[in-house]
C-alpha cells in the first residue's frame, strides 16, 4: 500500500469528515474542517491518501512556538498501520520547520491505544481536564511534547501495526 501525507483540501473535507464521525463520539461540524482548511490561518490541514482514497487526517494549530493537536484519525478500515504516526511526524516536523519548539494535545483519558502511541513520540501525560468530554463527563489527558524537533529516527522507522 502506498501512502502520500499532503495538505488537505477543501475537496478533502468530506472524507475528513466522515473519518472523524467514525472515530469519535464527539465529530466536528463537517463546517469545522472547511473552516480549519480555508479561513484558520492558524490551522495545517493534513491527510492521508492511497489509491486516491483519503484514509487518515489530522487539524494542527500553531499558537507562537507551539504545536496544538486538535484532531488526528484513522478511517477504520486502515487502523495498526501506522498511517496516524505518518501524519503526526509530518504535521510536527513542518510545525517545527515553522517555529514550534513544543507540542501539546488533550486525549480521552481511556483512550489507552493513542496514548501510548503519543508516549512513543514523547509526550508526557502533565495534567488533566475533568469532564472535559461533555458526551459522557470523560477526563482529558494533557499530554506535552517538550522538545521539537523529533529524533530522525522517528522518520525511516516501520509503523506498521506494534512499530
Known amino acids: 500500500m502506498s501512502l502520500v501525507v499532503r495538505k488537505m483540501t477543501v475537496e478533502d473535507v468530506p472524507a475528513a469528515h466522515a473519518i472523524d464521525v467514525s472515530s469519535f463520539t464527539l465529530p466536528w ?3 469545522s474542517f ?3 482548511v480555508t479561513d484558520n490561518p492558524a490551522a495545517r490541514c493534513w491527510v492521508v491518501e492511497t489509491d486516491g482514497r483519503v484514509v487518515g487526517m489530522l487539524v494542527l494549530w500553531m499558537i507562537v512556538d507551539e504545536a496544538h493537536i486538535a484532531s488526528l ?3 477504520p478500515e486502515f487502523r495498526r498501520q501506522g498511517i496516524a504516526k505518518q501524519l503526526l511526524v509530518k504535521a510536527l516536523d ?3 520547520a515553522e517555529g514550534a519548539r513544543t507540542a501539546f494535545l488533550e486525549v480521552r483519558a481511556s483512550n489507552e491505544a493513542a496514548r501510548r502511541m503519543y ?3 514523547g509526550f508526557e501525560e502533565v495534567g ?3 469532564r472535559y468530554y461533555k458526551d459522557n463527563n470523560e477526563d482529558a489527558i494533557l499530554m506535552t511534547l517538550k522538545r ?3 529524533a530522525p529516527i522517528f522518520r525511516f522507522l516501520d509503523w506498521s501495526e506494534g512499530g
Request: charged share 40%.
Open 119 to 121: 508516549q512513543k513520540f
Open 94 to 96: 513542518n510545525a517545527y
Open 148 to 150: 521539537l524537533p523529533l
Open 73 to 75: 484519525a484513522t478511517h
Open 34 to 36: 472547511r473552516f480549519e
Open 29 to 31: 461540524p463537517e463546517r
Open 128 to 130: 488533566r481536564r475533568e
